[in-house]
């Protein structure tokens, strides 16, 4: 009985088998075929030709297998990994690597050994040389810009310039740069980016910078070089912070620093009145506590 019933199943897998090649291999196929099946069939088209995407303008990259826009310029040392794309007048040079799922968006361009990991997408910026952008950065999208008109509606404003990193940057994943809109968006030169920074529109970084995760940096803030910001350190809108100035984790910059130094608190001071701060809160503390 088990070995009949074993024949049945084996019998309806290889009818199953039988009829999925008779479809695949249907040049019109009938609407109740599934969409999963119709995309299969699609990959008679040549793949050198874009064809297969339904973007004729799009060529197959020899060095991985990514996509290019005809119109895009690429050192053929460059590595476009399966699943990449490169838009239009994009330019590439020697030794770049785009991982897959990463978009090149239109008029971007990358300097000579600069990885770009998978997921990443880049617009409107220019990246330099020797960068590393980790998995799914974003870079160039339209920065946080928002007025209320006379008639009470939220518009938005015009956010059209770029954003440019220097040599030897390394950014970390899931970060999010904006573009600018009164000025471009700068990293400088071998400045650091831990994961899940935002660094709004118009903000300029000088060079040898340090930004520890979860930073947040509000439009048009200026920063000097080296730099280190702790751990979830918050920059208002429109402040300046001076070069070689340190920021303990969790504090919270609302107006210039103009000093180098260390910092720290909510709103940031210099580090030793910040200290002296929290003696004291904690000697109140305790005195309350003790006259309760």
């Known amino acids: ?35 999963r099946l119709i995309s ?20 197959k990259w020899p ?17 476009i990994e399966a699943g990449a794309i490169i838009h239009e007048n994009s330019v590439l040079a020697m030794d770049v690597h785009i991982g897959s799922g990463a978009v090149v968006g239109p008029s971007v361009s990358i300097g000579q050994s ?42 938005k404003k015009p956010q059209l310039l770029q954003v440019r990193i220097g040599d030897h ?6 970060t999010c740069i904006d573009r600018g809109s009164w000025r471009d968006t700068v990293v400088g030169d071998h400045t650091k980016i831990d994961n899940l920074v935002q660094i709004g529109h118009n903000v ?22 080296y730099v280190t910001l702790g751990g979830r350190v918050a920059v208002r809108d429109h402040v300046s912070i001076a070069s070689k100035v340190r920021l303990a984790a969790n504090s919270s910059v609302t107006k210039d620093i103009k000093e180098s130094g260390d910092y720290g608190g909510f709103p940031a001071v210099p580090i030793h009145e910040c200290r002296r701060q929290s003696v004291k809160l904690r000697t109140l503390l305790k005195d309350g506590v003790s006259k309760g």
């Not at 060095?63 to 590595?79: E, I, K, M, Q, R």
Request: proline letters at 4%.
């Open 1 to 35: 009985m088990m070995l009949r019933s074993s024949w049945r199943v084996f019998g309806a897998l290889e009818a199953y088998a039988l009829m999925a090649k008779s479809v695949f291999r249907v040049d019109h196929l009938p609407s109740c075929v599934p969409h």
């Open 40 to 59: 299969l069939t699609s990959s008679s088209d040549d793949p050198k030709d874009g064809n297969a995407t339904g973007m004729p303008e799009f060529k």
């Open 63 to 79: 060095n991985g297998g990514g996509l290019f826009h005809s119109t895009a310029c690429v050192d053929p040392s460059a590595l």
């Open 114 to 155: 600069t990885k770009i990991g998978y997921n990443v997408v880049l617009s409107n910026c220019s990246i330099g040389s020797s960068c590393i952008i980790h998995n799914g950065v974003c870079i160039g999208q339209d920065g946080f810009g928002f007025f209320i008109d006379g008639e009470g509606c939220v518009q």
């Open 169 to 174: 940057v390394e950014i970390g994943a899931n």
């Open 204 to 225: 300029v970084i000088g060079k040898c910078c340090m930004l520890c995760g979860q930073v947040g940096i509000a439009g048009s803030a200026t920063i000097g070089d």
